[in-house]
C-alpha cells in the first residue's frame, strides 16, 4: 500500500513536470517570409543512382508556398511547460531525410530507420550534446539511440555518404513545439492564458524571438521571417 | 550477477588498454591546484596555437592546417572513447607528449616534464564545461575496448577485405587510396574541407598505424570527422578483420627520397605502355611534393604529396612513367555541389633548356629570364604540350618543331594516375632539351588536383632532383676485373711455386 503510493506520488510529480499545460487556448498562426517562392533547387544526386536517383530530390532549406508560407520553421512557445522525454523518429528513405526538420523533447530516444537498403552514415552536428556518427549499412533498418540529445539546441544532421542529405533536430525541453507545414501554418493548442515569449527558427533565416499575450480561445501569432 | 560483472570486467578491460597505449604515463588525479599549475605551461607553450581561451584561434592558426584542437568544443579526434564522447585523459596525455604525426603538434615530452603535461591536461579540460557536467552527472567516460590484435587466417582477411568494400570504400576507395565516390564531397565539422585517408601511406596516419590503431580508429570513428564509428554495426570480431585486411594494404614507412633517377637502357621495340614489362627494370625514385607557397597565391592543402618516377631510354628516345596518388581523377563526371571546383587534373615535368655544367641550376619554381627552363606537361582530357618557362606564371608553349616532340597518355585506376612520357633525346630546336645518357641533368615535378581547385601556381611541387640515364656497361667493364684477377692468380700460384722451390733447395 504504501509503496504504491509512493509510486503514484512519484507519476502525480512527474505529470505535473511533464505533461503540457492544460489549458484551453490555442495559438495558431502561419510564418511567412518575404524570399520569393519558386520550385526549389534540384539536387544533384552524384552516387547510388538506383536508389538515390528514383524520385527527383530538390533543397529542402528555403520552401516558400505561393502566399510566402514557410515550410519547416519551428515555433516554440517558451515556459508553456515541460517537454516530456520519449522517442522521436527520422529515416533515411529515398536518400534523403524524413522529416527534414523535427523537434524532439530533451532527453528522448531518437529511432533512426535505413529504408534503403545501401549504406548511410548518421551523423550528427550538437555542441552541447554529444555528437554521434556511426555507419547505417542496408541491414542495419532500424537503430535506437538513447544518448546525444539531452540538452536543448538545434542540431544538424548529415549523411557523409550522401553529401547532400541534411536534416535538423530541434531538440527542446519546451512541451509548446509546433513544425510549421507547406504554407506556413502552425498550431499549438491547450495553453494556458499568459504572457510568453515565443521563439521561431528556420535553418536559412535564424531566429526570432517576440512577446506574446496568450488568452482562452483562439490567438494569432504571425511572423515574417527575412534575413 | 552478472550485472556486478560487467563493471568489473570493464575495468579491467580499460585497465588493459591504458597499459597497453601509454605505458609511462598512468591517470593522475587532476585536481584543481593541477590546474592552476598547468595555466602559465599552457599559456607559454601551447596558446601560440590553440589560443588564450582555449578556442584554437591563436596567432598561428589560421596557418595550420589541420587547425589547432579547439579545446571549447571539446572535439577531440584521438581520444580513445567512441565517436563524439570526451577523451581519455591518457589519451590528452599521449597526444601532448608524443604529438600528432601529420599535424602541426610537436610532442613535448622532450621539454616538458611528465608532471606539467598532466597540469596542462587538466588546465585544458577546463576549458570546456562538458567534463565538470559529466562529474556532476556522475558519469565515467567508457574507453573503447581494443584488447589485443586476434590471429587471422587467409579467410578472415578475405572476409575482411569484403567487409571493407562493403563499409569503407564509398569514401577510402577500392584500393584504399581515399579515392571512394563519397570522397569528394566532405567536410570537417568546423567547415574545413577534409580527405579519407589513404589508408596505403601508413606514415601519414595520424593517430598510429599498428594494427589495434587501425582496429581503435575503424571501430570508434574520428570525432569532428565524417569518419563514423562502426561497433553499432559490425561486430568487434568484424572490425578486427577489417582492420586485418588494411594491415596487408598500409605501408608502414615513408619510401626514402631518391636524389637521381636512373634511367636504363632497353633494346627492342619501345615500351607498349604504361603497364610493358620492362618498366620493372628501372628503379622507382620516390619524390615528395609540396604546396607551393612560395608565389603567387599560396597553397597549403595540397592532395597529392609524391610521385614515384622512372625513366627507360634506347637509341631515340626517352620513356618517363609517373605514377602518384589522387583521390579523383578531375575533371569529375559527376561534380557535387558542395565543392564544385572542377579544374582538370595536371602533371608537369620540369627541364633545364641546356644540362649545366657548374654548380648552378635555373630557379626550380619555373626557371627565371636569364635561365629558363621546359615542362612537359599532361592535362587530364586536354593536350600534351611542351612548355617554355621563364618564372611560375611566365609559362608559354614551345614554338617550332618541339612544339610537337613530346606524347604522353595516362590512365586512372582507384586513386592511382599513371602517366607515360615519351621525347627523342634530341633537341626538336631552338629553346629544347637533348637529353644526354651519362650525364646528371636536373629534374622537377609539379602536380595538379583540380578537384581540389589547383591550377597555375596553386600545385603541388617538387624541388630539382638528378636524371642520369645510364650509360650500357661496354663490355671491357667486365673483361678488365676478369683478366686482373687471372693475373693475379697466375702471380700468385708463380710465387707459392718460386718459395717452395726455394725451401726445397735450402733442405
Not at chain 2, 632497353?266 to 610493358?276: F, K, M, N, Q, S
Not at chain 2, 555541389?337 to 641546356?354: S, W, Y
Not at chain 2, 673483361?479 to 726445397?504: D, S
Request: with cysteine; proline share 7%; aromatic share 8%.
Amino acid at each position: 500500500m504504501n509503496t504504491l503510493s509512493r509510486y503514484a506520488g512519484a507519476v502525480c510529480a512527474l505529470a505535473l513536470l511533464y505533461t503540457a499545460p492544460a489549458g484551453a487556448a490555442t495559438v495558431k498562426g502561419v510564418i511567412s517570409t518575404p524570399k520569393k517562392a519558386g520550385a526549389p533547387e534540384a539536387i544533384k544526386v552524384t552516387k547510388d543512382h538506383a536508389i538515390c536517383g528514383v524520385k527527383p530530390l530538390s533543397k529542402e532549406e528555403m520552401l516558400v508556398s505561393a502566399s510566402g508560407g514557410l515550410k519547416n520553421a519551428v515555433v516554440i512557445i517558451q515556459g508553456a511547460g515541460k517537454a516530456a522525454p520519449g522517442k522521436g523518429g527520422i529515416a533515411q528513405q529515398g536518400c534523403r531525410f524524413e522529416p527534414h526538420v523535427m523537434t524532439l523533447a530533451a532527453k528522448s530516444k531518437l529511432e533512426i530507420k535505413n529504408n534503403d537498403g545501401l549504406s548511410h552514415n548518421f551523423h550528427s552536428f550538437g555542441f552541447e550534446n554529444d555528437p554521434v556518427n556511426f555507419s547505417q549499412p542496408g541491414e542495419m533498418k532500424v537503430k535506437v539511440v538513447d544518448k546525444g540529445f539531452e540538452y536543448p539546441e538545434v542540431i544538424k544532421i548529415q549523411c557523409d555518404i550522401h553529401e547532400w542529405m541534411n536534416a535538423w533536430i530541434v531538440v527542446s525541453d519546451e512541451s509548446a513545439v509546433a513544425v510549421t507545414g507547406a504554407d506556413g501554418s502552425f498550431s499549438i493548442a491547450n495553453l494556458k492564458p499568459g504572457t510568453y515569449t515565443a521563439k521561431v527558427w528556420h535553418e536559412k533565416l535564424g531566429e526570432v524571438t517576440q512577446k506574446l499575450t496568450v488568452k482562452d480561445g483562439d490567438n494569432t501569432l504571425n511572423v515574417a521571417m527575412s534575413k | 550477477m552478472m550485472l556486478s560483472i560487467a563493471p568489473l570486467l570493464q575495468a579491467l578491460m580499460a585497465l588493459f588498454v591504458l597499459a597497453a597505449a601509454s605505458p609511462a604515463s598512468a591517470q593522475q588525479a587532476l585536481t584543481p591546484e593541477r590546474a592552476a599549475k598547468g595555466k602559465p605551461v599552457y599559456e607559454k607553450r601551447c596558446a601560440g596555437c590553440h589560443g588564450l581561451t582555449g578556442a584554437g584561434d591563436g596567432p598561428a592558426a589560421d596557418r595550420l592546417r589541420p587547425r589547432p584542437r579547439d579545446f571549447k568544443t571539446a572535439f577531440y579526434k584521438f581520444g580513445d572513447t567512441v565517436f563524439g564522447k570526451l577523451p581519455m585523459d591518457t589519451a590528452m596525455f599521449r597526444a601532448i607528449s608524443e604529438g600528432l604525426p601529420g599535424s602541426s603538434m610537436p610532442g613535448w615530452k622532450d621539454t616538458l616534464r611528465e608532471e606539467e603535461i598532466w597540469d596542462v591536461v587538466a588546465y585544458i579540460k577546463d576549458f570546456s564545461r562538458k567534463f565538470a557536467r559529466l562529474k556532476e552527472r556522475g558519469e565515467k567516460l567508457e574507453p573503447l575496448v581494443i584488447g589485443t590484435a586476434p590471429k587471422l587466417s587467409e579467410a578472415d582477411i578475405q572476409e575482411g577485405k569484403e567487409l571493407f568494400l562493403k563499409n569503407c570504400e564509398k569514401c577510402h576507395g577500392k584500393a584504399g587510396r581515399g579515392s571512394g565516390p563519397s570522397a569528394v564531397a566532405l567536410k570537417h565539422d568546423l567547415g574545413d574541407r577534409i580527405w579519407p585517408r589513404n589508408l596505403t601511406k601508413g606514415w601519414t596516419f595520424r593517430n598510429g598505424n599498428a594494427i589495434e590503431n587501425i582496429y581503435r580508429t575503424a571501430a570508434g570513428g574520428i570525432t569532428g570527422t565524417p569518419m563514423p564509428s562502426h561497433l553499432e554495426s559490425l561486430k568487434p570480431e568484424q572490425v578486427w578483420k577489417i582492420a586485418g585486411y588494411v594491415d596487408t594494404i598500409v605501408q608502414r614507412e615513408q619510401p626514402k627520397t631518391s636524389e637521381v633517377i636512373i634511367g636504363k637502357p632497353i633494346e627492342g621495340a619501345p615500351p607498349a605502355g604504361i603497364d610493358d614489362a620492362r618498366w620493372a627494370e628501372a628503379p622507382a625514385a620516390h619524390i615528395p611534393l609540396a604546396g607551393q607557397i612560395i608565389e603567387g597565391e599560396r597553397w597549403f592543402t595540397p592532395t597529392v604529396d609524391s610521385v614515384q618516377v622512372r625513366a627507360l631510354y634506347d637509341s631515340t628516345m626517352i620513356y618517363l612513367l609517373a605514377e602518384w596518388d589522387d583521390p579523383s581523377a578531375s575533371p569529375l563526371t559527376e561534380p557535387n555541389d558542395k565543392f564544385p571546383e572542377n579544374e582538370p587534373d595536371a602533371f608537369a615535368v620540369q627541364l633545364p633548356t641546356v644540362i649545366p655544367t657548374g654548380m648552378e641550376k635555373p630557379y626550380f619554381l619555373g626557371g627565371g629570364n636569364k635561365s629558363p627552363v621546359i615542362q612537359w606537361k599532361w592535362t587530364n582530357g586536354g593536350a600534351v604540350e611542351t612548355l617554355s618557362a621563364k618564372g611560375i606564371l611566365k609559362v608559354d608553349p614551345i614554338a617550332g618543331p618541339a612544339a610537337n616532340a613530346l606524347s604522353a597518355n595516362a590512365t586512372y585506376v582507384d586513386g592511382q594516375w599513371r602517366a607515360m612520357f615519351t621525347r627523342p633525346l634530341t633537341a626538336s630546336g631552338d629553346g629544347d632539351l637533348t637529353i644526354e645518357p651519362g650525364k646528371y641533368i636536373p629534374i622537377a615535378f609539379s602536380a595538379w588536383d583540380g578537384n581540389n581547385g589547383e591550377t597555375a601556381e596553386k600545385r603541388a611541387i617538387s624541388i630539382w632532383y638528378w636524371l642520369l640515364l645510364e650509360p650500357p656497361t661496354p663490355l671491357t667493364v667486365y673483361l678488365w676485373p676478369a683478366i686482373i684477377g687471372f693475373l693475379i692468380a697466375g702471380g700468385e700460384v708463380w710465387l707459392v711455386r718460386k718459395v717452395n722451390q726455394h725451401a726445397h733447395r735450402k733442405e
